[in-house]
């Protein structure tokens, strides 16, 4: 049993008749009661916000006012059919869309969308608008104060505890000896992989309106991030520790992941930055010392063996502070311990209407999964609008909510709501006549009725199935109908008429618009996430070998992060529809996380150039990089080009095992100095040829799972 949908149904079945029998008895209009009803039902069942309880309290009264300004101006439209379908059309399109602002959006954007729906069908003249706004505020009211104070969702802290077994699970792992490490390996994978699964479970991107929600979202793919270096794989090689400052290191990271999963737990703990700093410092001083003593005639291939314990602890070190810092932000705290040079600490926070204007830039494309679902959207609910307008149809806003409630992102996954919906609609039609005919017009059953009615139409869509979900809904529209004006089982009638009409344009909409729906675009932004990663990629080494500008790496990295968050939306898109495809889901989560990995390594890339802060005395020395830094970025375009056109991806890329030894050779030289400054340009190139070769190993993952995906799908 689904306890936390159980609780959020009875909710509205205690709520919900309440609200409507103050209306209906106690106020009396008609109009009052209809917007009492299905504003609760809106209220209630439609929208469900979490987060801290000020920021659900903000939301819940956001969602309000926004009702009270939809109902005014969906009934000041409601008496000419072309304005109507206009103003839908404006409306559906900027809610659907506003989604991409933040999680609170996407949540209310149903919700929003029935108060315009409602008075918008119903044509009444302006002198209804009081009377309808009482109802809306009736609801609202009572909506917000039961959502504030009966059974709270507990979807966050369930989350922070979720997380902290992943960090604790990783800390598990760097903690093992030799025999636990397989099967340590194996649980923190599983562990970091279904919180990454849970996050994707929602419908939006979890990145919310606050800096808590956001770091709980950020930790996955850090964690994920943090075991591509020490986790032993196929590409990657069990970690053999050479020192024993190596050793501290790897305890140190350890011991500020344990302290930050109690953190999340709800404990005042604090993570130890500076033992983790000295530690990494250490490993970085160990390797400078060890560096003159290589041997001069070191074999092609040979050279990152030789530098790549360091460099995969001291990554998975600044990986863990970043996790650290997370775990802070998520918990209300500042990061005051994380210094500029750490990733961990983000730049400066836009302003709303800069964040705004970012996302608004992101999105406003035709390869945007949000603006295809706003158009169709709109689209869909505008031809409803006008269709129900002209045909003057009894009850017409039904057409527009069977548009609303089976409208998919392709034509094949609207096909099958339609089926759905159609098969529970009729179920909730028997089911419902069978009541009316059975109770008759006693009232007094009718209204002991629906609370039951309201519960099973509330828990059937997330505990049951979709078209339970309709069955239940019908049923509450046959009782609320018959109480407001008894007609008994013919009201079933004009539901069965109504909503197919809803269903066939929802249908029809679908095959006009982007009919493939998110499977096509997720392989174009596949292709463009790698592609901008790469990029990035590129710019940051440059900066570091050339003393490139900046703001060209910059630039770089907010395409790759537009990009990437693009990815993410399409990806949840197709998550939503995989019932309709052949793909295998893990081999596409493993590229879209492949993704990812690009952009975060493009990210460190960063940090080393702001290490190396401008120093160019060993440029001779990363112009060795040059060759394999061109080969990576033809690579992963190739492999963008191939995820498109469904292309076999190409193997690996051959590696510049001269250019690599080279590099080697001329920084070993400059290690034997005692300038300060030189030995640390040094290591900023020997880190970053150490993450252009964990580049290169990703591509064989990646070429492995893009084959399988492609294999699955033909």
């Known amino acids: 049993m689904d306890l936390p949908a159980l609780k959020s149904a009875a909710r509205a079945a205690i709520v919900m008749p309440a609200v409507f029998a103050f209306a209906d008895k106690v106020i009396g209009q008609p109009q009052t009661s209809i917007f009492a009803a299905f504003g609760s039902f809106a209220m209630l069942v439609l929208v469900e916000f979490g987060g801290p309880w000020r920021s659900r309290l903000v939301a819940y009264l956001g969602l309000a006012c926004v009702g009270a300004v939809f109902i005014t101006l969906g009934t000041l439209c409601s008496r000419n059919a072309w304005l109507a379908a206009g103003a839908m059309a404006a409306v559906g399109f900027g809610t659907l869309l506003s989604g991409v602002i933040s999680g609170y959006f996407a949540a209310a954007a149903t919700g929003a969308l029935l108060t315009f729906v409602l008075p918008v069908t119903i044509p009444a003249p302006n002198s209804a608008i009081p009377d309808r706004l009482e109802g809306w505020g009736l609801a609202a009211g009572a909506g917000i104060c039961a959502l504030m104070l009966l059974w709270p969702p507990r979807g966050r802290a369930d989350l922070r505890r979720q997380a902290a077994d992943a960090i604790r699970a990783v800390a598990d792992f760097l903690d093992a000896d030799r025999e636990q490490l397989a099967e340590r390996g194996h649980l923190a994978r599983e562990a970091v992989d279904a919180l990454g699964r849970r996050l994707l479970g929602s419908p939006h991107r979890p990145t919310g309106p606050t800096g808590p929600t956001a770091a ?251 078209a339970a979900g309709q069955a239940g809904f019908t049923v509450v529209l046959f009782v609320l109908f018959n109480l407001i004006q008894p007609v008994g089982w013919r009201v079933g009638l004009v539901r069965v008429e109504d909503v197919a009409i809803g269903f066939a344009i929802s249908l029809g909409v679908g095959l006009l618009f982007w009919p493939r729906g998110a499977g096509a675009i997720l392989r174009e932004e596949l292709a463009a996430a790698y592609g901008r990663g790469a990029d990035y990629v590129v710019a940051t080494a440059r900066q570091q070998i050339e003393g490139g500008d900046p703001e060209d790496a910059a630039r770089a990295g907010r395409t790759a992060d537009a990009a990437l968050h693009r990815l993410d939306d399409a990806f949840r898109q197709y998550l939503a529809e995989r019932s309709a495809t052949r793909s295998s889901v893990e081999d596409v989560a493993a590229l879209v996380g492949g993704a990812s990995r690009v952009r975060r390594a493009a990210q460190s890339l960063t940090l080393l150039a702001r290490m190396a802060d401008g120093d160019r005395r060993l440029e001779r020395c990363g112009q060795n990089l040059d060759r394999e830094l061109n080969t990576l970025h033809s690579w992963y375009v190739g492999l963008g080009y191939a995820l498109v056109n469904g292309r076999p991806v190409p193997p690996p890329h051959i590696r510049d095992a001269e250019g690599s030894s080279r590099l080697l050779a001329c920084v070993r030289d400059a290690a034997r100095g005692r300038d300060k400054a030189t030995v640390n340009a040094a290591l900023v190139l020997l880190w970053s040829s150490q993450h252009l070769d964990n580049l290169w190993r990703l591509e064989t993952h990646l070429a492995k799972r893009a084959n399988a995906a492609r294999a699955s799908s033909t």
């Open 216 to 466: 709980l979202a950020a930790l996955p793919d850090e964690l994920d991030w943090l075991l591509s270096f020490l986790a032993p794989s196929a590409e990657v090689p069990v970690l053999e520790l050479a020192c024993a400052e190596d050793a501290e290191a790897v305890a140190a990271a350890a011991a500020v992941l344990r302290a930050s999963a109690k953190r999340l737990d709800g404990r005042d703990v604090q993570p130890d930055f500076a033992r983790l700093e000295a530690a990494r410092d250490a490993v970085a001083r160990a390797l400078v010392r060890r560096l003159p003593e290589l041997p001069t005639d070191v074999p092609a291939g040979a050279v990152p063996e030789a530098l790549e314990p360091p460099f995969r602890i001291r990554a998975a070190a600044y990986s863990a502070r970043q996790v650290a810092g997370y775990a802070l932000r998520a918990t209300g705290a500042d990061a005051q311990e994380l210094d500029h040079l750490d990733i961990a600490q983000p730049p400066p926070a836009p302003t709303p209407v800069e964040a705004t204007g970012q996302l608004a830039a992101e999105h406003a494309s035709l390869r945007s999964v949000w603006f295809q679902n706003s158009v169709r959207g709109a689209a869909g609910l505008a031809l409803a609008v006008y269709i129900a307008q002209r045909t003057g149809l009894q009850h017409g806003f039904w057409v527009v909510l069977g548009t609303l409630s089976v409208l998919r992102s392709n034509a094949l996954g609207t096909g099958w709501s339609v089926l759905s919906a159609l098969a529970g609609t009729a179920v909730g039609i028997v089911v419902g006549a069978l009541l009316v005919i059975g109770i008759g017009t006693h009232e007094a059953v009718l209204w002991s009725v629906l609370p039951i009615a309201v519960l099973l139409a509330a828990y059937a869509p997330r505990a049951i199935s979709f």
